[in-house]
């Protein structure tokens, strides 16, 4: 069963959440927990796996031999990207703008175009006390996350439970990383901001397909809108974390929270066997 | 023009209430709301809409399946498994139109895709831009650069010099959309553990990008240690920290209410926030 944890707004507690989770399951199931916010990944802060192994995250970019090339300006015609384009007498590759989707090369009627590969990120994995782990890494600079989340979901076990931390946004990365998932819990506060968020968040889930449920963070704080709008949307509320400053300091210091207060754990392994209840 | 873009690496660190405060304390600006996957801003400062204009950007593949003959080629070639049984998924569709160049009956046409809408509006503030991307929806940062354009050209217009920008978390294609060009870029970090590792990144995205950058440490006091350290890491750094301010829930009161925090209350929040926006100010006046 592979289990996302979603937001829309950034900052609500997405690893807070399944850090935990992660945490509080490992002992009883096989759990894996696959960090796919590749731009901001958090959760190793948390869980400070052993890194056993990582790999380079390359996407293939056109090479031109300007010898075979005739300037015939094909490759520029079709790229839909303008990552490729004749000036004069040469091609001029922009690499940053390639989706790497081969067209240029499979199509140049020379057969001038080969592809290189380049790295734009990084896919580490290992273990956590017994959890499996994997996240990727974007290169600071580099502007396409999609590619690193795909290649750690290829990380993710057979069988047992996969727990995915998405990044936040309603975008292609969060698409990208959610996709597949049995079920997904959307974590928000209540707050307008929380909710605005929310609303585009399970928008987002609904067109995708994909069940969802509620956690509700820093609970106490706010108006009670939230509540409001998952009973009219028929969103359950899994779980309410309420808002404490003993869970912000274990947070500030990269303390998970089942680790510095055990007592929840027994909430989040409820909270999975209601996940377990409601998804397909 | 001066351009400050607001961003923090880590969402939710205060980036959107420290944008709408400015908002309230800045003169002769216009405001942009750069964050179009999920956008806040207009929540704290009730605009409203002058303008709004589709967005239309990309292009989805179509398969015609009167023409199809099922013949399999453009499923093995496309690299984005966005074909699965002759049909397209819209999602996955990356708009490369690979499959519409080699399609051997001419069965794949290519669409034009309704991405998002942006939105020129009127605040008490002064002009703001925003924009919504569509659910589910590609090229947020071609629509970000759009925001900006839109709002040089507003601020031109009205005889304006300064444009704030509420930007996206994280340091991905919409970040550096909001930041290439930029003049200043203000940080809001948080003293977690989260927050500095993320500052570090998006600080990075700043050096790669040569824009000058700015730290504020927000909610400064839930970790006084923390808060020495990112102190201590900026200044070997030679980046200023030009804020810090401290938690308090009035800013969640403000939200509640849809108001800046610095209109609503008077406490320390406001009074930090306040010289957060004098040193900013001083450091674009010397720039």
Redesign the interface.
């Known amino acids: 069963m592979i289990i996302s944890v979603a937001s829309?707004?950034?900052?609500?507690g997405k690893?807070l959440v399944a850090t935990s989770l992660a945490l509080s399951l490992k002992d009883n199931h096989k759990v894996m927990l696959l960090d796919c916010?590749v731009?901001?990944p958090?959760a190793h802060?948390f869980l400070k796996p052993a890194i056993t192994g990582s790999e380079a995250v390359h996407i293939p970019v056109p090479r031109v031999d300007e010898a075979k090339c005739t300037r015939c300006g094909k490759c520029a015609e079709?790229c839909?990207?303008n990552a490729i384009a004749v000036i004069g007498e040469h091609v001029l590759t922009f690499s940053q703008l390639c989706?790497?989707?081969?067209?240029c090369s499979?199509?140049c009627p020379e057969k001038a175009i080969s592809e290189e590969p380049r790295e734009m990120g990084l896919v580490e994995w290992g273990q956590a006390d017994g959890l499996n782990f994997a996240h990727g890494k974007?290169t600071?600079?580099?502007?396409?996350?999609p590619p690193i989340i795909k290649q750690v979901k290829q990380k993710a076990d057979n069988g047992g439970t996969v727990i995915i931390d998405i990044?936040?946004?309603?975008?292609?990365?969060?698409?990208e990383a959610v996709?597949g998932s049995d079920f997904c819990l959307l974590v928000t506060e209540p707050?307008?901001?929380g909710l605005?968020?929310l609303a585009?968040a399970v928008?987002?889930m609904r067109?995708?397909n994909i069940p969802c449920g509620i956690v509700l963070n820093r609970a106490g704080?706010?108006?009670d809108k939230v509540e409001e709008y998952c009973r009219k949307e028929n969103l359950p509320i899994l779980l309410t974390i309420p808002l404490d400053?003993g869970i912000?300091?274990l947070?500030?210091?990269?303390i998970p929270l089942v680790e510095g207060m055990p007592e929840w754990k027994d909430s989040f392994r409820e909270l999975f066997n209601k996940i377990k209840g409601t998804s397909r | 023009m001066k351009e400050i873009v607001v961003l923090s690496?880590?969402?939710?660190?205060g980036k959107?209430s420290i944008v709408g405060s400015l908002a309230a304390l800045a003169e002769r600006k216009v405001l942009a709301d750069c964050d179009v996957?999920?956008a806040?801003l207009h929540?704290l400062l009730s605009p409203s809409v002058k303008e709004e204009t589709e967005f239309w950007s990309?292009?989805v593949a179509y398969i015609d399946p009167d023409k199809c003959t099922e013949c399999g080629l453009c499923q093995d070639?496309c690299?984005?498994d966005a074909i699965k049984d002759f049909r397209v998924d819209p999602?996955?569709c990356?708009?490369?139109?690979?499959c519409s160049?080699?399609c051997p009956v001419e069965a794949i046409t290519m669409k034009e895709n309704l991405s998002g809408h942006w939105f020129i509006s009127d605040t008490k503030y002064g002009p703001l831009l925003h924009a919504r991307?569509g659910?589910?929806?590609?090229n947020?940062?071609k629509l970000v650069a759009v925001v900006r354009q839109q709002a040089r050209k507003v601020a031109e217009e009205q005889g304006f010099d300064c444009i704030i920008s509420d930007g996206?978390?994280?340091?991905?294609?919409?970040?550096?959309s909001s930041l290439s060009g930029a003049s200043l870029a203000l940080l809001v970090t948080?003293?977690?553990?989260?927050g500095m590792?993320?500052l570090d990144?998006v600080l990075?995205?700043c050096r790669?990008?040569s824009i000058p950058a700015m730290v504020c440490i927000n909610k400064y006091d839930?970790?006084e240690e923390?808060s020495r350290q990112i102190e201590s890491h900026c200044l070997s750094q030679g980046i200023e920290v030009v804020g810090r301010v401290p938690f308090d829930?009035v800013v969640?009161e403000s939200?509640?209410k849809?108001i800046p925090v610095v209109e609503y209350s008077d406490g320390r929040v406001s009074h930090e926030i306040e010289k957060l926006w004098q040193n900013i100010a001083e450091r674009l006046d010397r720039n």
């Open positions: 829309g707004k950034g900052g609500t690893t916010d731009e901001e958090n802060v079709i839909a990207y989706h790497g989707c081969g067209a499979y199509l974007l600071v600079g580099e502007a396409m996350a990044p936040p946004g309603t975008s292609c990365p969060v698409v996709k707050t307008p901001f605005n968020d585009l928008e987002t067109e995708l704080v706010g108006d400053t912000a300091r947070y500030s210091k990269g | 690496g880590k969402g939710g660190t959107t996957d999920a806040d929540l990309g292009q070639l690299r984005f999602v996955s990356e708009g490369c139109c690979f160049h080699i991307l659910i589910a929806q590609e947020s940062g996206p978390p994280g340091i991905g294609c919409p970040v550096i948080e003293p977690t553990l989260s590792h993320d990144r990075g995205v790669h990008f839930i970790n923390n829930n969640t939200i509640v849809g």
